[in-house]
């Protein structure tokens, strides 16, 4: 019953900025987490930043002080700023929502960002 629709992704030379948003319809309970994960072909799905209802944010070392998180509840919506980009950011961008008090997990379908040097 949950969607999660991503956007703003596209191409972007090294060193540039890129930003992401995710936003959410349905039923979503108050006590929540929004995340976002990245995945290349042939590679597993990999941990990129979270957010909570709280506002407490947590990232992965490799995008730590590049990547900003932050949330807008009254709109549903999570974003993702990302600066000095670099080529191994190039990949499919997810959007997760984790739902604390009834554990569902929600995922978006992606969207594409591709860093060129």
């Known amino acids: 019953q949950v969607r999660l629709v991503e956007s703003g992704g596209g191409l972007v030379q090294a060193g540039g900025s890129v930003r992401l948003s995710c936003a959410a319809s349905?039923?979503?309970?108050?006590?929540?987490?929004m995340g976002w994960h990245r995945q290349t072909p042939g590679k597993q799905r990999e941990f990129v930043a979270r957010?909570?209802?709280?506002?407490?944010?947590f990232y992965a070392d490799s995008v730590k002080g590049r990547f900003t998180i932050s949330r807008d509840d009254a709109k549903n919506t999570v974003y993702l700023q990302m600066n000095k980009m670099q080529p191994e950011d190039t990949a499919v961008y997810y959007c997760?929502?984790?739902?604390?008090?009834?554990?569902?997990?929600?995922w978006g379908q992606g969207t594409q960002v591709t860093v060129s040097s």
């Open positions: 997760r929502l984790d739902q604390w008090t009834t554990r569902r997990e929600s």
């Open positions: 349905g039923t979503i309970s108050g006590a929540n987490t």
């Open positions: 957010i909570t209802s709280g506002g407490i944010t």
